[in-house]
């Protein structure tokens, strides 16, 4: 079974200063993570993924992630907020089985920008 | 050019109601979804179809019937809607049913039922 927690169903920052979004997971076996975003009225958006390789892992929008495995985390980061950044952000896992279960979702996260 | 596109966006109907939501995706993929958003933003996958053959179907009432009559193609419907289906509902598909492909979302159907 796997799962993820999403630390923080809110988060608000200043335009400009840092994001971080934090995300934990648990899974018996090596996961696959992702960020989605989900803009108001929208549907989600693929910001990211790890599956293997370079646990430093590089998205859309300047947004960025690190795989650690020690701390069961794939915290999602941005060094600059902006305004159009304001939105949901879910985690994501997944078990690399070949098995066609597919995602388990945090809570979200919604991220606030404040002027 | 829509990838994922479903119809309706927004629906309000009576309790008691039978409903359809439509998705079509034009991305080529193998594999479609439907997943349920509730009020409080938690997403959870409902069924999942692998070339027209359902493969995940979830804890769902029976209420709630996918048909799918081509790859391309997932239709939700829900028989004798009840207040607690308010929801929206996200078609999604992806490429094959590796769990390392991304998904690629529709941009939901708001449901409300009165």
């Known amino acids: 079974a796997q799962s993820v927690t999403q630390l923080g169903s809110h988060v608000s920052v200043s335009e400009g200063a840092l994001v971080l979004l934090r995300c934990n997971y648990s899974?018996?076996?090596?996961?696959?993570l992702f960020w989605y975003v989900q803009y108001p009225n929208q549907g989600l958006q693929l910001l990211l993924k790890y599956t293997t390789g370079a646990t430093l892992v590089k998205g859309i929008n300047g947004f960025e992630a690190e795989f650690k495995k020690s701390e069961t985390s794939f915290h999602l980061t941005k060094p600059s907020a902006h305004m159009s950044d304001a939105a949901e952000y879910f985690c994501?896992?997944?078990?690399?089985?070949?098995?066609?279960?597919?995602?388990?979702f945090g809570s979200g996260t919604q991220l606030t920008v404040l002027p | 050019d829509t990838a994922v596109s479903q119809t309706p966006k927004y629906l309000v109907t009576q309790m008691g109601n039978d409903k359809s939501i439509k998705c079509e995706q034009n991305l080529g993929h193998d594999t479609m979804y439907w997943y349920k958003q509730d009020s409080k933003k938690f997403l959870k996958i409902m069924f999942s179809y692998n070339n027209k053959e359902l493969i995940i179907n979830e804890t769902v009432p029976n209420r709630f019937s996918p048909k799918s009559p081509d790859k391309a193609h997932l239709n939700l419907h829900i028989n004798s809607l009840e207040l607690g289906d308010s929801a929206v509902y996200f078609c999604?598909?992806?490429?094959?049913?590796?769990?390392?492909?991304?998904?690629?979302f529709g941009e939901g159907s708001w449901l409300t039922v009165v």
């Open positions: 999604a598909s992806s490429q094959k049913r590796s769990s390392g492909n991304t998904i690629y």
């Open positions: 994501a896992v997944s078990a690399p089985d070949g098995s066609a279960r597919q995602l388990t």
């Open positions: 899974s018996s076996v090596p996961p696959y």
